[in-house]
């Protein structure tokens, strides 16, 4: 036996006693009461309280601490004053399937634990670190309460509440009756009330609720320069999306935006991209409001009548036209007298690219002889008249036809004759 063995051994008896005399003084059990002396053990030999024996023990409660009497002071206090040591104030464990603590306070506080460290990043500051099991069913702190706050978390310069998880939920708040919140987060910084990360390919949050899922609220005033933001997500790698809202119903709205100026405000590259319509268009069946875009195969379409299915009418789409757009200008004057023999018209200098069709008017410049003139998009062969002429005067008609890519056109004529064209609007 050693030096510290011998001074545990000789320690455990009378301390021993003199809780069991505490223990039976508190609980009413005989007379005897311990003297208010400190319970100490030799170094290396921890104070022992409750049954530590192979001897079964069929009492409701091994171990009890019994205060009785009207104070505001703690039943039980643990304070270790060594400002340099790294040991838990309390550990509390159990092998089997029971709890490892149970606080429970009828009109008070069940559990109180703070840390007085400056805790660091590195070396953080907890006033409870519990750990859970390896199960998947395993918790590492539950809380409850009937009708008041499961658990109450503050920090001066830190984090209230810091929950991980390998396998399992990090945190998991159920409010059952009544108007109670779940979880309440305040914050009085400038850092956020809630956190939530998650370096795995899981979700940050998953909240279920009969309505109402989330509900953010700003309480600052903002301004244009700097507005509040009720919700902030933001997505930082690869393709990635800040919000993704699904709605599952038959009739679910994915995304409902509601503003007292504007509903939704597309702040970033300006980019609106929408899935294409699951059938042709425009639609044949459905219900469908004034004002309902949808879009399919690069077409665009818009309902201007409500109804099932509607009035629809195209904005877009390579067979269309495009927004007209009217601009006065002289294009073409022939050097020549134009015959059979195309002869392309440059419009790149009047008309912006994307242009897909331009209103011409087509005048023959006092022609010797009738004839046809026709003006159509460059790479084609030929076209129907543009102009139908006799011999005599000057002569025109409008004429609406498409251009190339390279925005031009060609000229024929079937008479010779001088040419001119002039633009009063394109197509874009």
Known sequence: MTGNDSLAQDAVAPRRGILRYAAAGAL?????????????????DPVLLGNNSA???TATVTTRITHTFDSPNAAFLVDRNATTNSGASVFARNKGSGAGLIAQSVGGTGLVAFSDKAGTEASPAIGVDAKGGTGPGSIGVRTRSTNGTGLDARSENGDGVRTESEFGVALCARSFNGTGRAILATAHSTSAAVLVSNTSTGGGIETKAATDVVVAETTAFGTVEEPTNAVVAVANLGVARAVLAVATGSAGVGVEARGGSVDLHANGSGLIRRKAFASSLPPTTGDFLAGDLLTRGGESWVCIEGGDPGVWRMLAGPASAGAFHPKDARVFTSPAPVGTTIVEVDLSS????????????????????????????????????????????NQSNQRTTAISATRRVAVTATTPTNVILDLQGFYR
């Open 350 to 393: 009047a008309v912006p690219e994307g242009t897909t069709a331009v209103v011409l008017n087509v005048t023959a410049v006092a022609p010797a002889a009738g004839g046809t003139i026709r003006v159509f998009r460059q790479g084609l062969t030929s076209s129907l008249p543009s102009l139908n002429f006799h011999s005599g005067g």
């Open 55 to 57: 001897s079964t023990n």
């Open 28 to 44: 009413g059990v005989g007379t005897a009461v311990a003297a208010a002396a400190p319970a100490r053990a030799a170094n290396n």
